[in-house]
């Protein structure tokens, strides 16, 4: 099994800005490509942001482009998300998803953390 689990979350003001983290446990996450989704009540699971097992490949939603930025430190085994500019709309439980992994079949979520942007 794999745990993933988040952090930084928290409230702040619209316009702010706030940095995500995610660990994964046993030290796979190298070996895995990574993903940021968010859920708000009442809507459906959506995917933010992903990048490639080296980082080098990256894509966003077209809603938080040239605001948020996607990063990972493979040597940490760490997942990044830092979000700038928020919005009331990016107002979410925000969660990371390890897939795709070359150690480990399957994919795998963390909890998620909260994030709260008031005007």
């Known amino acids: 099994q794999v745990e993933l689990v988040e952090s930084g979350g928290g409230s702040v003001q619209a316009g702010g800005s706030l940095k995500l983290s995610c660990t994964a446990s046993r030290g796979i996450l190298s070996s895995c490509g990574m993903s940021w989704y968010r859920q708000a009540p009442e809507k459906a699971r959506e995917l933010v942001s992903s990048i490639s097992r080296s980082g080098g490949s990256t894509t966003y939603a077209d809603s938080v482009k040239g605001r948020f930025s996607i990063s990972r430190d493979n040597a940490k085994n760490t997942l990044y998300l830092q979000m700038n500019s928020l919005e009331i709309e990016d107002t979410a439980v925000y969660l990371c998803?390890?897939?795709?992994?070359?150690?480990?079949?399957?994919?795998?979520w963390g909890q998620g953390t909260q994030v709260t942007v008031s005007s």
């Open positions: 998803k390890a897939y795709s992994c070359n150690m480990v079949a399957g994919d795998y």
